[in-house]
């Protein structure tokens, strides 16, 4: 399961009767978090480089001018999704209101990505770590990709448009 939460994303795993968290999202510094900051920092072709709460302090710590210029980090980008449509959005207790979410973020250099960048590659890099931990776990026991069910939640606020994307 996934829980792509608004500020910080957690996964975890069933096996053998057993819940797996897991923790290993970073470096050494942020290695053991079990639900780390929805930060990313992509590449030139939209690839994750850094995800979580390393993303920030590898971007900072960044040596090359070059990398700067390919770079671009974007922080709790799930909310960025919505904050803007947060402060229209009223509650009318006679009819439910739902709110759209943008189609483009901001990244911390003010470059504007289309969101759905963002978020394939947040989640390709869960994926990835998802199956680094389920491999450790299951001693690289075959389990095939229709086997997996991702589980990823939305915010109940969002339109069916905004879920869809997601």
Known sequence: A???????CGLSFAYKDAIHPHTRWGNAKFRHEKKPQNNIVLGANNECIFFGSSAKSNYAGCVSAE?????????RFK??????HIQRF??????EQKIEIENTLLSEDGRRCNAEHVFVAAFKKIAHDAN???AAIT???SIKKEEIQWIITVPSIWNDNAKNKM
Do not use: E, P
């Open 79 to 84: 909310m960025s999704l919505y904050q803007d």
């Open 2 to 8: 996934v829980d792509f939460g608004t500020d910080g």
């Open 132 to 134: 680094k931990s389920i």
């Open 67 to 75: 990398d700067i210029k390919k770079w671009r980090l974007f922080t």
């Open 90 to 95: 009223h509650v009318d207790t006679k009819h």
């Open 139 to 141: 001693n690289h026991a």
